[in-house]
């Protein structure tokens, strides 16, 4: 086998939202993609795993939630990794935005919760990113060109093919940077950083994002206690919702 001297290493530093841009992000979404964020930030979880979430895997009595397969390129799968197959704490604030939603979710034989209503399939995540979660990103600036704020759409007469939002100015994809090119797995990345916030010990912090090794956040040992993993994830969850809770 060849080695390749730096093959391993980032080409770039992934992007961490604050918890004001995370809002205002969520906020310029329409469901079912708001709901399938909020699962992203509040519980980390990659979005394969997201997709193919089904209605029996949450256990809202014991509060809590098993992650046990995954949708790739429209087929289901198994997980990651061993290690990713695992029952996730689920706060009572995300309970609710989970409850809320399934009142609207399409109703099939598999008990998706995010079916497409023409497939009845998971939606494909590769398509909400580029069509929403990268347009959302380019609102984190205002626009040069139109003047619309910060979390607002552009303001123009022409509308996007589906006729449900504005298209974004090309002039504003580049005032925003790095955030034009957010993804799925920003969220990920976001809730490894606010676990490190709310000083959650690295232990924790593995078992809570599901890493197979130890050495993929810190090299130290020791068996969290699902308590103290439910008291951290807690902690993020309360960071992402309490704006939410605030404005109702």
Request: hydrophobic content about 40%; proline content about 4%; aromatic content about 8%.
């Amino acid at each position: 086998m060849v080695r390749i001297r730096g093959g391993s290493k980032r080409c770039q530093r992934p992007i961490i939202l604050t918890v004001d841009q995370f809002e205002a992000v969520a906020a310029l979404l329409k469901e079912p993609y708001r709901t399938m964020v909020y699962i992203a930030q509040c519980l980390g979880l990659r979005v394969s795993e997201i997709a193919a979430l089904q209605w029996d895997d949450f256990d809202f009595e014991k509060n809590q939630l098993l992650v046990q397969r995954s949708f790739v390129d429209g087929r289901v799968d198994e997980v990651k990794t061993e290690y990713s197959q695992d029952y996730v704490p689920l706060h009572s604030s995300l309970s609710e935005i989970v409850q809320e939603w399934s009142k609207e979710a399409v109703a099939t034989k598999k008990g998706w919760v995010f079916a497409n209503p023409i497939t009845e399939q998971p939606y494909l995540p590769t398509s909400i990113q580029k069509r929403h979660l990268r347009p959302a990103g380019c609102c984190l600036a205002a626009c040069p060109k139109c003047g619309a704020a910060v979390g607002v759409w552009c303001r123009q007469d022409r509308l996007t093919p589906n006729g449900q939002r504005l298209a974004i100015h090309d002039e504003r994809r580049v005032a925003a940077g790095r955030y034009a090119t957010i993804g799925w797995h920003t969220f990920r990345h976001t809730y490894r950083s606010w676990l490190d916030e709310t000083g959650a010990p690295m232990k924790v912090q593995q078992e809570l994002m599901r890493h197979a090794s130890i050495q993929t956040t810190m090299n130290i040992y020791g068996q969290a206690m699902s308590s103290t993993k439910r008291e951290a994830n807690g902690k993020v969850v309360e960071m992402v919702l309490k704006p939410v809770a605030a404005s109702a």
